[in-house]
């Protein structure tokens, strides 16, 4: 029954059919203080003139030119002074021969008078005015319509509306204005195990936040689009059905984010056959291969996108972002795109296009750093690592270390971390963090930091633990924290030391194997082995456990707080702060290393300031020491 | 009464006293949805693990690891298949030694099971399931946590919200968000003259709409500050005074724009001085020189714009949108300046620092070009002309031709135009311009355009008339349009011809002297007083108005369609729209000119084909003819 795409279509292709897309919407009337950022409809004609009238346009009086004619300040004239006229008032005096009106700047000029004698040229006397200056026709007013005419153009279609727009419009008087519409964009959810931020979640039955409808909602709205998310339908696939003929007929265009449920995707598919047309299926683009692209009933099309978040972003931003701009009439910002040099190399040899998610970094003499991250893990963490895409065309085999390319970000506003950092887990180094100038902290472990710290991408590795290495670095500073075993609150199994945990069933749960606090562990436990004679290996099998590895510093000890476990690797402050009870059985270092060539980088710099300037953050935390 | 302030503060002070201003509000929760945009105000740590439970990341079967071992092509093995598990559901079956279970990607390890094996490497066989690979524990499950870890550090303080972390922040479940406060910023208008947009107008009482308030609190919002707007108290400085208490109750920073009556600075002055303190009088700037800094209550500051529109918008952006972009935690956007070089050049010596409206143009290699706008004039067309400002230091003699110069951009959208035109005022053109990238086009009359053209500055010119000149310059297209004398619908004068008008008393309302219109006109008289054998300055006498001069095609036109006047000079296209009555005196030729070196631009080019292909267009008007 479906219809068969047996070549995918071209990244080219893609961005044609979906440029054929017919998305514009209707122009729409928006009041004034709305329209800032929109664009402009139609062209907008003066209907008035600005000023509306004659306009005094310095403080003084009111005269008739010919009257002042050869006054000067040895030869004076007087005028008899017949009235006031003040600004936003209409004049109750008439200017005959002879005589002159005070009047005020803006104020209208009165009839009879013709030019404006400034007052500090002239001065009142019993009544009459004694003018120091002749004046001619015109001086110090500003006639009707000078500002702006009747029927003059005041700005073209096309026009972005920006504060100064703005003044013209208020100036002709208009409190609304014709403008481009918004496109209306559906986002239309389809995963069973979805629920909105916000709900209440059952991890048990399997249920995670919907990322990927906020994310492209968000997106949608800052390429000028008007972003509608419907309810999602779970596996209900006539109500799916239902919403997408809903959405087809609200909505310019109608995206939907790939579903686990190949179910769901049917059912878009023959929505998307029995009312409107399939384009296109398949583009040789990674990610997003299966993307769908069609049309949805008499007015709305439809684009299907990957669902990883991160795939499902960067085709948004490859494909549609720029859709939804041309239909709104907006212009690619300029900051949408940035150039860097390749920090590392990278192969690749799929022969289809590669749409490669990249972080940035600046070196240390400024230049900006792009590196490839994200290699399908789907993380929604990869989110907040990557600032971009670098397209990759098919015939490419490698990027070069060194070689230029183009990142085309994930918002215009996203701006390149001033800090890298990555390394161990630390609270204190969390909170560190937090007086850093833009910093992004990949919490990879000790040993998987020193690795990067080595290939030259991070500014700063942190690395807990003794940890000799022949990495080149500069230490920026130090602290020591005190690292243990975490139990429930009342220690019901007396746990004393390490000991006890070979000697028990206990459920422990270690921390990866990338982590210097499962590396101090694998230290102690070594020791241990020796005073007792045994192998280290024999103990660790009495360790129920030992190989599990969770990623996070808390996530033992809250494994302990949840009953999945009874004992947990983990810190003093983390036991504390959760609540638990704590065994120690040490402390350790943690050092923050630098990239030689980095250190005088500005974030850099301002870290070191950081560690020697925050014993209160130590002091503030259980167990921890600044060096 | 008021503090004297001898000297005038340095631009530097006045930042410098300007930032000190406590601007910065408190920190709100806003809903996800409106997040987009914003600045985070604190850390967000994870408060959950993502995903909350062991995943499946494959289609296929959960299996416990061990069961799998040796398994391979040439030697499956078979395990009983008690269940399935589907995405979004809570597993219902247990994964005993020796069985699997069937499950998708997305799902939830059951209970027993430890690895999924790929569907690809199975079979169903009579109810059983046929292994045809072995697994290790953990393969194609992703364990809780793994994505974002309970503890973890997500996201920093001084965040810039954009789709990504929209996206983060929903897979934590967060539906609000806390977030740098706005900080609000109360626009008061002191002007009696002042009527809002929209609202009905009173020329004759000289009233004008309000211009500054709403560009001022377009310019707020768009440096992140929430604007509110106060109703204008007129001249009722009782109300002006609660007007300004309200306000500085309210908001975190009040403004006001120059007032030209004195009385209304007065009222703020004592405001200021009773309810807070005066920083700061007078900077010596220009324009701003008689700007006020101060506070006002408790918790506001105030800040006194100057009262024309460049002028205030200059000051705006110089002074006050970095308070507010740093009160609201916005970095300046990279777009917010541009480096061009100078046009012309530009003298300068008042011995303060000058604040120098300029307008952009792009010559024909590319490069910006600077020149200056707006020198005080006070129009508000001048707040499109201009694109931003140049701060010249009080130091600075001159700016040299092709010197660089670094531009402010008015906003950050700002775009220099694509084309920049100026000369005759015609309807045929403006409707031409509605086709053509974002046109800039200053009708300042064809002989004011000539003089433009031959400096340098415009792109092109529109000369209208016999125009000898010896300016270089390139013919891109030229139309010709019937001229005369514009009279009331059923020429109740029986004007027949210029003779009639110098005959008659009728009241003439003429065109400015750099109009080709006007020019047109002069050679006519001429050619009547040469038939009457009398001269050009007699004939010129006999016409009242002649004089006159109005700056837009249609204001003479307007003048006789109210009754101000008896004839106009005009088009027949005019006076066809306006329906009034037309007395033909000739055709004469406008032509598009364009300087030299800017033929191959691409908007120099496109203008050419508009005018090629553009018949339609003087066909839909009146006495026009395309040649």
Redesign the interface.
């Known amino acids: 029954m479906r219809k068969q795409f047996r070549d995918l279509a071209s990244p080219e292709a893609a961005r044609e059919t979906i440029a054929s897309l017919e998305l514009t919407p209707d122009t729409e009337m928006v009041a ?2 709305d329209a ?2 929109r664009i402009l409809a139609e ?1 907008i ?2 209907e ?6 004659d ?1 005094a ?1 310095m403080d003084g009086y009111a005269v008739r030119a010919r009257d002042t004619f050869g006054a000067d300040e040895a030869d004076p004239l007087e005028l008899e002074l017949v009235g006031e ?6 004049p109750d005096v008439e200017v005959e021969p002879g005589t002159a009106a005070e009047i ?5 000029m009165p009839p009879g008078a013709n030019a404006v004698v400034i007052v500090e040229r002239t001065e009142e006397r019993d009544g009459n005015l004694v003018v120091y200056k002749a004046v001619a026709p015109g001086d110090s007013v500003m ?18 509306i ?15 204005v014709p403008v481009r519409g918004a496109p209306v964009v559906g986002i239309v959810s389809t ?9 209440d ?19 949608v ?2 390429a000028g689009g008007v972003p509608k998310l419907y309810p999602h339908a ?2 209900d696939y006539d109500e799916m059905e239902r919403l997408l003929h809903e959405a087809a007929a609200e909505c310019d265009l109608v995206l939907s984010s790939g579903s ?2 190949a179910s769901a995707v049917d059912v878009i598919y023959q929505v998307v056959e029995e009312r409107g047309e399939l384009l296109l299926h398949g583009v040789a683009v990674k990610p997003g291969k299966p993307m769908l692209v069609g049309t949805l009933g008499e007015r709305s099309a439809y684009i299907g996108l990957p669902g990883y ?1 991160v795939s499902a ?1 960067t085709i948004f931003r490859t494909f549609v972002a720029p859709a939804i701009r041309d239909a709104a009439g907006l ?1 690619e ?3 949408a795109t940035i150039e860097g040099s390749m920090a590392v190399r990278e192969r690749y040899a799929e022969g289809r296009t590669r749409l490669m998610p990249v972080g940035l970094v600046t070196d240390g003499s400024g230049e900006t750093l792009v590196y490839p991250v994200d290699k399908g893990s ?4 990869s ?2 690592e ?1 600032d971009g895409v670098v397209e990759v065309h098919a015939d490419v085999e490698y990027l070069a270390e060194g070689e230029t390319v183009t990142v085309t970000l ?2 215009p ?3 390149p971390p001033e800090l890298l950092g990555v390394g161990e ?1 630390d609270p204190a180094l ?2 560190l ?2 007086h ?4 992004r ?1 990949l ?1 990879v472990g000790s040993r998987e930091g020193l690795r990067r710290l080595r290939d030259g991408v991070p500014d700063v590795a942190v690395v807990a633990g003794d940890s000799r290495s022949d990495v080149d670095a500069v230490e920026l500073g130090s602290w020591t924290r005190e690292w243990g075993l975490v139990v429930p609150a009342d220690n019901p199994a007396d746990v004393a030391g390490l000991g006890d945990l070979v000697d028990s069933d206990l459920r422990f749960v270690n921390r990866d194997t990338n982590s210097g606090l499962r590396t101090e562990l694998g230290t102690a436990v070594a020791a241990l082995a020796e005073e007792r004679g045994e192998t280290r290996h024999e103990l660790v099998e009495g360790i129920v456990g030992f190989d599990s590895g ?6 033992p ?2 494994a302990v707080l949840s009953g999945r476990a009874d004992v947990g690797l983990g810190l003093r402050e ?1 036991a504390d702060a959760l609540g638990l009870g704590f065994v120690t059985l040490g402390e350790q270092p943690v050092r923050v290393v630098a990239n030689p060539d980095r250190t005088e980088k500005q974030s850099v710099r301002r870290l070191r300031e950081l560690l020697a300037d925050s014993d209160d953050v130590f002091e503030s935390l259980s167990g921890y020491e600044s060096e």
């Open positions: 004034l203080s800032r950022g062209r004609d003066a008035m003139d600005v000023p509306g009238f306009r346009s006229v003040h600004a936003g008032t209409e005020s700047t803006g104020a209208v006639p009707a319509g000078t500002d702006i005419a009747a029927g003059a153009r005041a700005l073209g279609p096309g026009t972005r920006t504060p100064r727009e703005i003044g013209l419009l208020s100036a002709l008087g208009l409190d609304e995963g069973d195990e979805l629920v909105r931020p916000g709900e979640l059952r991890p048990e039955a399997g249920q995670i936040y919907d990322v990927n409808s906020y994310t492209i909602a968000a997106g709205e800052e779970g596996d686990t449920s978040p972003l212009p910002p300029q900051t789907g993380a929604t963490t989110l907040v990557a994930f918002s506003d996203v701006r887990d969390s909170r963090l937090d850093a100038p833009s910093p902290y919490a969770l990623k996070a510093f808390e996530s000890a809250r983390t």
